[in-house]
């Protein structure tokens, strides 16, 4: 195991900051970390986007071999995809890269400082730092940090320290228990993963009705819907499910299996439709918005079953 003497110490509260990922998030952070005052000592990328990255938002950084980065930095910022955290983290520690008191900070949104582990085995500090922002990989991100919100796990003794690195790069920190990281991590990608994932069908289906600019239309609306929902929670709820409207329903489900029908790729909007329109449903009727019957009606008109074949409870209970 080849021993590295351990990183010099800070001088007025400034690290030698270490990127590990120069990608979209691990560039940006860099860079936010350096507007605070500490030094990017060295950042690791080979992609061609990456070394763009490097050169944009870190001028001046020297692209090294991951190493080099780790033995440089007396904070490591391991900004990679979360399968590829635990080897990696791993294959450092195999190595003796790792440095006794060195300040390893990961940014996988699944994962708490548990996997860190091999690095605290050689005296590393791991802490868990997620910004609950999506990002482009460019200097607009940096704006958007500004207010936005990081969660941050770490052992209490070092909490404060995690605490003070969010509030440095502008951010708010929020406090997520280990146990609780990959529930978090999950309610954040159901928000604005499928939030994509929604609007680029919607997209697609008014494009197939003849809109010639579906962004146009959709753009208040999606904003406005998403406002309320934030200010009201169900509460903001408007449609044909908030109606009660099962002759609504029923028709979007023809139109959509036609749509569907003329997609040559056989991409399907019409099962997202679907299970969200009856996890809709079932929520309003958990919280008395909708009677049962109502809400029968509303399952009944989304039920993939050809008719007269219904021999089950719509809501699922057998």
Do not use: K
Not at 7 to 17: F, K, S
Not at 115 to 127: E, N
Not at 165 to 191: F, Q, S, W
Not at 200 to 225: D, F, I, K, M, N
């Amino acid at each position: 195991m080849t021993a590295h003497p351990a990183p010099p110490p800070a001088r007025d509260g400034r690290l030698g900051v270490g990127v590990v990922g120069a990608g979209r998030v691990g560039a940006v952070l860099g860079s936010a970390l350096r507007a605070a005052g500490h030094a990017v000592v060295g950042a690791s990328g080979v992609s061609e986007d990456s070394r763009e990255r490097i050169e944009q938002l870190l001028p001046g950084v020297p692209r090294l071999d991951v190493p080099e980065v780790v033995r440089r930095a007396e904070l490591v910022l391991l900004a990679v995809p979360d399968d590829a955290l635990p080897d990696l983290v791993a294959g450092l520690a195999a190595t003796g890269a790792w440095q006794a008191g060195q300040l390893v900070v990961h940014t996988a949104g699944r994962f708490g400082t548990g996997v860190l582990a091999p690095a605290a085995a050689a005296g590393a500090i791991g802490l868990a730092v997620h910004p609950a922002m999506t990002f482009t990989g460019t200097s607009v991100d940096l704006a958007r940090l500004v207010g936005s919100s990081m969660a941050v796990t770490a052992p209490p003794v070092v909490l404060p320290v995690a605490q003070a690195l969010v509030i440095e790069m502008g951010a708010e920190p929020v406090v997520v228990p280990e146990a609780a990281r990959a529930a978090y991590h999950a309610g954040l990608a159901h928000a604005a993963n499928h939030l994509v994932t929604v609007l680029a069908q919607a997209r697609q289906v008014l494009a197939e009705a003849g809109v010639e600019a579906p962004a146009a239309l959709l753009g208040p609306l999606a904003r406005a819907a998403l406002d309320e929902a934030l200010r009201a929670g169900d509460l903001a709820l408007t449609g044909p499910v908030a109606r009660g409207d099962a002759g609504t329903l029923a028709e979007h489900v023809a139109a959509l299996a036609a749509v569907d029908a003329r997609r040559p790729d056989g991409e399907a909007v019409l099962p997202a439709y679907r299970a969200l329109s009856r996890a809709t449903v079932l929520r309003a009727l958990a919280q008395r918005r909708l009677a049962p019957a109502a809400a029968d009606a509303l399952l009944g008109a989304l039920d993939e079953r050809p008719p007269g074949s219904a021999d089950a409870d719509p809501r699922g209970r057998g």
